[in-house]
Nanobody
Framework: QVQLVESGGGLVQPGGSLRLSCAASGSIISIYTMAWYRQAPGKQRELVAA???????DYTDSVKGRFTISRDNAKNTVYLQMNSLKPEETAVYYC??????????????WGQGTLVTVSS
C-alpha cells in the first residue's frame, strides 16, 4: 500500500509563488513517473507537469517557463515550484505517481489534493 501526502497549497496573490510537495511512503520498490495535475471548478482535471525516472520532464504549454517540477528520489518526493501565478490557475492540485510495490505490481496512486487559490 502506498500513501501520498501533499503540502504547500494556500492563498497567493497574482504574480506570486508557491511550492507544492508530495511525499510517497509505503511498500515502494521504485517510483517511475511523478506528476502534478490540477482541477479547476467546473473543469476537467488536467496534467500540469510530469517528471520521469530518468529526470526528463513534461509541462503543459500554459506553465512552461513559470513552473518547475523536480524530485528527490531519496525522499520519494516530488515538488512543483510555481511562479508568476495567475487567477485562472486557482484549482485543486493533485499529485500522481506510478510506483512498483513489494507486490511486484505497478500502481497508479493519487494524492488527496491541495487547494491553490490565486487571488488579490
Amino acid at each position: 500500500q502506498v500513501q501520498l501526502v501533499e503540502s504547500g497549497g494556500g492563498l497567493v496573490q497574482p504574480g506570486g509563488s508557491l511550492r507544492l510537495s508530495c511525499a510517497a511512503s509505503g511498500s515502494i520498490i521504485s517510483i517511475y513517473t511523478m506528476a502534478w495535475y490540477r482541477q479547476a471548478p467546473g473543469k476537467q482535471r488536467e496534467l500540469v507537469a510530469a517528471i520521469h525516472s530518468g529526470g526528463n520532464t513534461d509541462y503543459t504549454d500554459s506553465v512552461k517557463g513559470r513552473f518547475t517540477i523536480s524530485r528527490d528520489n531519496a525522499k520519494n518526493t516530488v515538488y512543483l515550484q510555481m511562479n508568476s501565478l495567475k487567477p485562472e490557475e486557482t484549482a485543486v492540485y493533485y499529485c500522481n505517481v506510478d510506483v512498483l510495490t513489494t507486490t511486484l505490481r505497478n500502481h497508479e496512486v493519487w494524492g488527496q489534493g491541495t487547494l491553490v487559490t490565486v487571488s488579490s
